[in-house]
């Protein structure tokens, strides 16, 4: 997602519409994240390795790989706190979806420019300290290599201070590919990798392009090594002969 916005503090008229955007009812949330959960680990068989790695407080970004639609349901095993999601806007076209995103906390942003009101959404979730999923290579990917991830997780991080936490995510690719519309009880495996700390700001409070730029190059190589541990973690392991 890349975005180069220059925020104003001081739009009252934007800033109650970004606050209002983020807000999701708690019982219905609750409700629904109940019945994911049950979804994710009867079906899929979802496991999770270094869920300590999220913070349990204060504002963090959440960086998964994507491979498939799946992921967006999956990689809420990582914790119990509220999270939001930042979503292609083409998922809203149809209503009875745009009402289950809106229901959990998912938000539209539109990829094919700076969508400033996206953007302003995300930081209000990160500023309030609640937790953010952001997937860095932007849209579905296909293929074990992660590259040309955008920048929009460095950039909110180095905006807030929120720290980013890189997730691997093996097997939704085969359970659900890109173009499927039918989802397979394939085992399902996340790795969560140690958080990577906001960059630092100068005297002057500015975090220079060349800092947003490297934590997106650092986020890439830890994305590829727990993508890479996800995707083995998530393979049938053969039997041995006796």
């Known amino acids: 997602m890349p975005v180069k916005p220059r925020l104003d503090p001081h739009d009252d008229e934007r800033a109650a519409q970004r606050r209002a955007g983020v807000r999701v009812p708690s019982v219905v949330y609750r409700l629904l994240r109940v019945l994911v959960h049950l979804i994710n680990r009867?079906?899929?068989?979802?496991?999770?390795?270094?869920?300590?790695?999220?913070?349990?407080t204060g504002p963090v970004i959440l960086a998964p790989v994507h491979r498939s639609f799946m992921d967006f349901f999956v990689v809420s095993e990582v914790t119990k706190r509220k999270i939001f999601y930042m979503t292609k806007?083409?998922?809203?076209k149809s209503p009875l979806l745009g009402s289950f995103l809106d229901s959990v906390g998912a938000f539209p942003v539109h990829r094919d420019g700076s969508d400033r009101l996206a953007v302003e959404r995300a930081?209000?979730?990160?500023e309030r300290g609640d937790v953010l999923i952001l997937f860095p290579e932007g849209t579905r990917r296909a293929g074990p290599v992660i590259e040309d991830l955008h920048?929009?997780?460095?950039?909110?991080?180095?905006?807030?201070?929120?720290?980013?936490?890189?997730?691997?995510?093996?097997?939704?690719a085969?359970?659900?590919?890109?173009?499927?519309?039918f989802v397979r009880p394939v085992k399902v495996h996340l790795v969560v990798g140690p958080p990577i700390p906001a960059p630092e700001r100068s005297a002057r409070g500015r975090v220079p392009r060349t800092q947003v730029h490297a934590l997106t190059e650092q986020l890439g190589v830890e994305l590829q090594h727990l993508y890479d541990d996800a995707e083995t973690r998530a393979k049938p392991r053969t039997r041995?002969?006796?």
């Open 89 to 92: 806007e083409e998922m809203w």
């Open 42 to 56: 009867v079906y899929w068989r979802v496991e999770v390795d270094g869920a300590d790695s999220v913070p349990r």
């Open 174 to 181: 085969e359970a659900m590919p890109k173009g499927s519309k």
């Open 240 to 242: 041995r002969g006796p």
């Open 151 to 172: 920048e929009g997780a460095a950039f909110l991080a180095a905006r807030t201070g929120a720290p980013i936490v890189p997730i691997g995510i093996g097997g939704t």
């Open 123 to 126: 930081q209000d979730v990160l």
